[in-house]
């Protein structure tokens, strides 16, 4: 019965809507035929926008201004009403009066235009009796008309999968919808400016690919029609940032989307933004330090303070992360010391004895890995740099000194969450293409997320890679910290959704 009831009240609400379109077509209709077709205009005046004027009132006060915006609530009353108008960044209301407007156009203005047009005022600023910050309108004109009213005031816009999918609907009708998105590029702008500050070069590599490398991820495949030439979809930017390298850019980075095929969470989303860095001459240390100090640095810029709050938990940014080995961290958790486990054999019994999944082709190394993920990675909540990787996992970081089973890589975790990956870059060509091999052997064993071999870009490093640090940042992941944003999809403006038609 409750569903038949929803049913009922969508299917009324959708009449609703289809009357009220009429309604706003045949207005829009006797407007035409008044020779008043909004879409007509062209252009408009915006001096300023609603945040400046109430910023500023003293400064602003009974100066003329025009204003440009969308109405999203009105008073009508005999000949003076009021209207507010929502832009890009607030809102501010505005007196219309017919001694101001004149008859012809306060008429219109009462029984043609409605919630949802946009619209241009032009009047001086003043405070109302009851103090509110308002433009006095001396002239208004209607812009745009809008056809489909705004959701119900008291209602507005809840159900996520409309506003995932109608983000232009989301904007208007959410303000903290739109602030996410202002600081999402605010936080692009600062990490610009941090990286040119230490000399760094933004470039742009392919992300139509032969080799889809760089990363443990299935890619998706597409068809080159003019080559007739199947290509994929680029999964990482690596490796040809670090042919620029090779090239002797010597400090460069890029910020683009790449593709992944897989699956969708609350953390994941097949297209997304990653960034990734390459610095000739420092190793996975300096890399630390560089991220460190861009976190703290756009924490303080783009919320104020370098500690945050996140879901409800207190982050704190200003600390030094603390650093600790996978290994380390295992044996915090469980007791277990994956050091002195020197087989897969024995990896493989203590796996099964704690019932961890793994599959046949794991090695010692994707055993710590599994450790890690099930037993630490959730309780890393403060910002903490896990560091020493198993070669197993990492097929293009350097080994450690006096260490071959484990490489200079770390990984930084805040909130249980992966935020960046990093490595000391391998640059010895030889044992990178023996770890090719290896990674080819995967592939052909079964794994869709392997690596293959790519011998341009051995060929490049053949002619000699300085030592490098080198790093990968999901972007989303940062601004969802940063805007408090609880899944990816609230800080992606389009993200991808299953097709209406195949649900």
């Not at 295992?330 to 019932?355: L, M």
């Not at 935020?419 to 995967?442: G, H, T, V, W």
């Not at 999901?474 to 403006?493: A, E, K, N, P, Q």
């Amino acid at each position: 019965m409750a569903d038949e009831n929803i049913r009922n009240n969508a299917v009324e609400e959708e009449i609703d809507v289809n009357e009220q379109r009429q309604i706003r077509l045949e207005k829009l209709r006797a407007l035409q035929q008044e020779g008043k077709d909004p879409f007509e205009i062209t252009t408009a005046e915006q001096s300023i926008e609603s945040v400046e004027i109430k910023a500023n009132f003293e400064k602003y006060e009974n100066e003329t201004v025009s204003v440009c915006g969308r109405i999203v609530a009105r008073r009508i009353m005999g000949k003076a009403s009021f209207m507010t108008i929502q832009d890009k960044l607030g809102r501010i209301q505005s007196y219309v009066s017919i001694n101001d407007v004149g008859e012809e156009t306060y008429k219109a203005f009462k029984k043609s235009w409605d919630i949802g047009d946009i619209v241009e005022v032009k009047g001086f600023v003043f405070k109302t009796r009851t103090e509110e910050i308002s433009v006095h309108a001396q002239s208004i004109r209607l812009l745009s008309k809008s056809l489909i009213p705004l959701p119900e005031k008291f209602h507005g816009l809840k159900d996520t999968d409309t506003r995932y999918r109608q983000r232009y609907l989301d904007l208007i009708v959410n303000p903290e919808v739109k602030d996410t998105f202002i600081k999402r590029s605010m936080i692009l702008s600062e990490i610009r400016k941090f990286l040119d500050e230490r000399g760094f070069m933004e470039v742009e590599t392919p992300m139509l690919v032969d080799n889809a490398g760089g990363a443990a991820a299935r890619p998706f495949n597409t068809h080159y029609n003019a080559l007739d030439e199947d290509v994929k979809l680029r999964i990482s930017l690596e490796l040809y940032l670090k042919r620029l390298i090779i090239g002797g850019l010597e400090k460069v980075y890029e910020i683009g989307r790449v593709f992944r095929n897989e699956g969708v969470d609350t953390r994941h989303n097949p297209e997304f933004t990653l960034m990734e860095l390459y610095q000739a001459y420092t190793d996975y240390n300096g890399m630390m330090e560089l991220t460190e100090t861009m976190f703290r640095h756009l924490a303080e810029k783009v919320c104020g303070s370098a500690v945050i709050s996140y879901n409800g938990t207190v982050i704190d940014l200003s600390k030094p992360f603390k650093r600790i080995t996978m290994i380390d961290a295992i044996k915090e958790e469980t007791g277990i010391d994956f050091s002195v486990i020197k087989t897969d054999e024995e990896a493989k019994k203590i796996a099964d004895e704690k019932h961890i999944e793994y599959e046949k082709h794991h090695k010692r190394g994707d055993i710590i890995n599994l450790f890690f993920e099930e037993y630490c990675e959730e309780k890393m909540i403060q910002p903490t740099f896990v560091m020493d990787h198993p070669i197993e996992i990492s097929p293009l970081t350097k080994k450690k000194p006096g260490n071959p089973d484990l490489v200079e890589r770390f990984e930084l975790y805040i909130y249980g969450r992966e935020m960046c990956n990093a490595y000391s870059e391998l640059n010895d060509p030889i044992d990178q293409r023996e770890r090719f091999k290896a990674q080819d052997a995967l592939a052909d064993a079964g794994d869709e997320e392997a690596n293959h071999t790519d011998e341009d870009f051995l060929h490049a490093m053949e002619l000699g890679m300085p030592p490098t640090g080198g790093i990968g940042y999901g972007i989303d992941r940062l601004v969802m910290l940063l805007t408090d944003s609880y899944s990816i999809r609230d800080v992606l403006l389009f993200p991808t959704m299953k097709s209406l038609d195949k649900e």
